[in-house]
Nanobody
Framework: QVQLVESGGGLVQPGGSLRLSCAAS????????MGWYRQAPGKQRELVAS???????AYGDSVKGRFTISRDNAKNTVYLQMNSLKPEDTAVYCC?????????WGQGTQVTVSS
């Protein structure tokens, strides 16, 4: 079992920044990738960013150049630095951890970009 605890969401003005954190606990040795997904009302869930145990990073097209994913292995934590936020970034952001044959999800954190 893997438990994921997210933090860092909130309300920010357009052009602002937020940093999300996702702390993993449990059977973390089995994790081979972690990432962030988001889902806005009425839209499908989409990949925001992911990072593998080998350090391979992928970003969704809509966030490239604005968001940065990173990890702190000592703290078993993945971060998502979000800059130049836009109203269309408003969504529930969920942390994801992948182990062989299974995905784990955090509870989600709301990010609202509005003036």
């Amino acid at each position: 079992q893997v438990q994921l605890v997210e933090s860092g969401g909130g309300l920010v003005q357009p052009g602002g920044s937020l940093r999300l954190s996702c702390a993993a606990s449990g059977t973390i040795g089995s994790i081979y990738a972690m990432g962030w997904y988001r889902q806005a009302p009425g839209k499908q869930r989409e990949l925001v960013a992911s990072i593998t145990i080998g350090g391979t990073i992928a970003y969704g097209d809509s966030v490239k150049g604005r968001f940065t994913i990173s990890r702190d292995n000592a703290k078993n934590t993945v971060y998502l630095q979000m800059n130049s936020l836009k109203p269309e970034d408003t969504a529930v952001y969920c942390c994801n951890a992948q182990i062989p044959m299974r995905n784990y999800w955090g509870q989600g954190t709301q990010v609202t970009v509005s003036s």
